[in-house]
């Protein structure tokens, strides 16, 4: 049995969680972005999608399954493929932009 932790805020829920991650460092939260598509090159921007934020996931936890998992819980069906992606911190869409696709692209996001 695995015990999943993590939680999607609801819409528009501020929710302060710096006590949470004081207490276990391996926590962080994913700012999603979804529903929406990349504009090309130069400039890429992610357009009309919406944003869902996803509190307490455990990086030593995580994994392309736990993005499914997620994807599910806000109501996307599977079989769907989805392509993930992550933005290295401060780095524009246009050379911050990383593929999450296996175990080895988490341990690349793990170093962020």
């Keep these: 049995m695995v ?3 993590w939680a999607i805020r609801l819409k528009g829920e501020t929710y302060d ?3 949470e991650y004081e207490r276990v460092p391996t926590m962080f939260t994913i700012k ?3 529903g929406g598509n990349f504009t090309k090159l130069p400039n890429t921007k992610y357009v009309k999608g919406e944003v869902r ?3 307490l996931v455990d990086i030593d936890e995580f994994s392309v399954y736990e993005l499914d998992a997620m994807m599910l819980e806000l109501g996307y069906s599977v079989p769907r493929v989805i392509y ?3 933005r290295i911190p ?3 869409l246009d050379f911050g932009l990383r593929y999450l696709g ?3 692209d988490v341990l690349n996001l793990a170093q962020w």
Excluded: A, P
């Design 17 to 19: 969680i710096t006590n």
């Design 102 to 104: 296996n175990d080895n």
């Design 3 to 5: 015990f999943v932790m």
């Design 32 to 34: 999603l972005h979804h």
């Design 90 to 92: 401060h780095e524009d």
């Design 84 to 86: 993930y992606h992550f």
């Design 53 to 55: 934020y996803i509190d």
